[in-house]
C-alpha cells in the first residue's frame, strides 16, 4: 500500500483589525470561557493551508458564531480554534473553515449539525453532479465507482466504527462519542478523476481530508491489472486506513487539527487496517496482522540480521516526522507491539496524546527531520531502553502470523561460505529482489575481518518462489 499521510496532508491538505472586531472577539472568547490574559503562543496557520494571519492560538471550547456557509447563508458554526482576531469555525456540515475579523460575530444558538439527508441532497446537486449517492447508518458515499467497490467499501466502514469507538473506550479515552456530523466518503472510478478533483503526488490512492472532514479515493489502480490479488489487499488496507483517520477524528480521540506524533498517528491507523477481512467484507477487529507491512519488516529484519538490536530503528521511528513506507510499517510494528505486550502503558499513552488540543503538539523539526520533544513523552511512559525494546518487538512480529504476498513471485537465497578453522562459517538470508539481496552480501562482507574477506564465497541464486527458495537455503545451511 502506497499512502501519503505526513503532517501537512494530516492538517489540511489544502496548499492552497478594528475595534468593532476586537469587541466581537472578546464576546466570542467570554463564551467559550478563555481569558485575554491567558498565555498563548503565535502560530501561522498559513502553513496548515488557512488562509488567516498569525497570531495567538485560543481554544473554542464550543463557543457558537454565526458566519456565512460556502453559498453565502447564515448559518450557526462552533468555534473550533481562535487564532489572534481571526478563527477556524466548523460549519454544520462538518467542514473546518478560517473565518477573518469581521466574518463572524458571536452567537447565542446551539450548533446543530446538517442531517445525512440534507447533505446527500447537497453534495448530490453540487458538488458532484452525475454521481451516485447512498446513505448508511453514518456515512454517506459519493461514487462514480462500480456498485462492487461501494458495496465493499461501505461494508468495511460501517463495521469499523463501533470497533473503533468500542476500543478507544477499551483505553478509558475521555470524551469518546458517536460522531457528530455525517461523514462522507468520495469515491472515484479512476486515478485521473481523483487527481483531477485534487492533485495529489504520484503513488497516492486516497488520503483523509482534515479541513473538509472527507476521505477521497480510487478503484481502478495499475495494480489490478497486474496483481488482482495485491491491488485487493492493498484496496482493502487502504480504506481502513483512511476510514481510521477519519473516524479517531470524529470520535474525540484525535482532535482535528491537533498535531500528534507521526508514529502513533500513522501507527494508530495502520492498527485497525489489516490486509484481510472476514466474512461479508466486515471488519475483523484491531491489532490484526498487516502483512504488506509484515512483508517490509521482514526485508528490513533481514537485511539488519547481523546486526544486534541497538534501539534505532524506534528512536529513529518514534522522532520522525515523515515517514517513509518502511516508517509507515516500523510505526505499525511498534504500535502492534505495545498495544499487545504492554497494554496499561500503551492506554496511558493514548490518553495522553487524546488530550492534544486543535494547533497544539510538537512542530519543532530539527534536521535530519526529527521532533525531539516526541521522544520525551515516549520515554516518559515507555522508558529509554530501546535496545531492549527492539530486541522484543523483532520478537514479537517473529510470532505473529504471516502470508507473505509475494510468495509465488521469483525469489533470491543469498549465500556466504567463509573458511574458519576446520568448519566453514555459513549466512544465508532469502530476499523477494536481487537489490536486497546484493545489499545484504555486501555489507555482511564488509563485516568479515578483512584477512578473511578475500576467501570468503559469496552467491545469490534465483527461484520461482518463496517455498523453493527457503527449502535451498535450509538444504545449503545444513551442508547438504
Not at 139 to 163: A, C, D, K, V, W
Not at 169 to 192: C, H, K, N, W, Y
Not at 261 to 290: C, D, H, R, Y
Request: glycine share 6%; proline share 5%.
Amino acid at each position: 500500500m502506497t499512502l501519503l499521510c505526513h503532517l501537512s496532508h494530516r492538517l489540511g491538505l489544502v496548499f492552497r483589525a478594528n475595534s468593532a472586531w476586537i469587541l466581537a472577539l472578546a464576546s466570542v472568547l467570554a463564551l467559550s470561557g478563555i481569558s485575554a490574559a491567558q498565555s498563548a503562543k503565535s502560530f501561522d496557520p498559513a502553513q496548515f493551508g488557512f488562509d488567516l494571519p498569525a497570531g495567538e492560538v485560543r481554544q473554542g471550547n464550543g463557543a457558537t458564531v454565526t458566519t456565512a456557509d460556502a453559498d453565502g447563508k447564515p448559518v450557526v458554526a462552533r468555534l473550533h480554534v481562535a487564532i489572534g482576531e481571526g478563527a477556524i469555525v466548523m460549519l454544520p456540515d462538518g467542514q473546518l473553515v478560517a473565518r477573518k475579523a469581521g466574518e463572524f460575530t458571536p452567537a447565542d444558538k446551539k450548533f446543530e449539525p446538517i442531517t445525512r439527508e440534507a447533505l446527500a441532497t447537497r453534495l448530490e446537486g453540487s458538488e458532484f453532479p452525475g454521481f451516485k449517492i447512498k446513505q448508511t447508518k453514518h456515512y454517506i458515499y459519493i461514487y462514480n465507482s462500480s456498485e462492487e467497490f461501494f458495496t465493499g467499501t461501505s461494508r468495511i466502514l460501517e463495521s469499523m466504527l463501533p470497533g473503533v469507538k468500542a476500543y478507544a473506550e477499551s483505553q478509558r479515552i475521555d470524551g469518546v462519542r458517536a460522531p457528530e456530523v455525517p461523514l462522507v466518503v468520495v469515491m472515484f472510478s479512476t486515478e485521473e478523476e481523483f487527481h483531477k478533483h485534487y492533485r495529489m503526488p504520484a503513488g497516492v490512492v486516497a488520503y483523509y481530508h482534515t479541513a473538509s472532514n472527507r476521505v477521497f479515493m480510487y478503484e481502478k489502480s495499475k495494480l489490478l491489472q497486474v496483481r488482482p490479488d495485491l491491488a485487493l489487499s492493498q484496496a482493502i488496507s487502504t480504506v481502513a486506513h483512511e476510514g481510521a483517520h477519519q473516524i479517531l477524528h470524529n470520535i474525540g480521540v484525535q482532535q482535528r487539527l491537533s498535531i500528534w506524533p507521526m508514529w502513533i498517528s500513522e501507527g494508530l491507523a495502520e492498527f485497525f487496517a489489516p490486509t484481510t477481512f472476514g466474512k461479508g467484507m466486515k471488519w475483523k477487529g484491531a491489532g490484526q496482522v498487516n502483512d504488506m507491512r509484515m512483508f517490509e519488516l521482514e526485508q528490513y529484519v533481514k537485511t539488519h540480521a547481523s546486526e544486534k538490536p541497538d534501539g534505532r530503528l524506534i528512536e529513529q521511528t518514534v522522532a520522525a516526522a515523515r515517514l517513509t513506507s518502511t516508517g509507515y510499517a516500523s510505526a505499525w510494528s511498534l504500535t502492534h507491539y505495545l498495544a499487545k505486550n504492554r497494554r496499561s502503558e500503551f492506554a496511558a499513552y493514548l490518553r495522553a496524546v487524546s488530550k492534544t488540543e486543535p494547533l497544539e503538539g510538537a512542530l519543532d523539526i530539527q534536521p535530519p527531520g526529527i521532533v525531539p520533544a516526541n521522544l520525551v513523552l515516549f520515554r516518559k511512559t515507555f522508558g529509554d531502553k530501546f535496545d531492549d525494546m527492539e530486541t522484543k518487538l523483532v520478537a514479537h512480529l517473529k510470532r505473529q502470523p504471516y502470508t507473505d504476498p509475494f510468495a509465488d513471485a521469483p525469489h533470491y537465497v543469498a549465500t556466504l561460505l567463509v573458511p574458519s578453522g576446520k568448519r566453514n562459517k555459513r549466512e544465508v538470508q532469502t530476499f523477494h529482489s536481487q537489490v536486497l539481496a546484493d545489499k545484504w552480501v555486501r555489507e555482511t562482507l564488509e563485516k568479515i575481518p578483512a584477512d578473511d574477506r578475500g576467501s570468503a564465497d559469496p552467491a545469490i541464486r534465483q527461484f520461482p518462489n518463496r517455498a523453493t527458495a527457503e527449502a535451498f537455503a535450509n538444504a545449503w545451511m545444513a551442508g547438504r
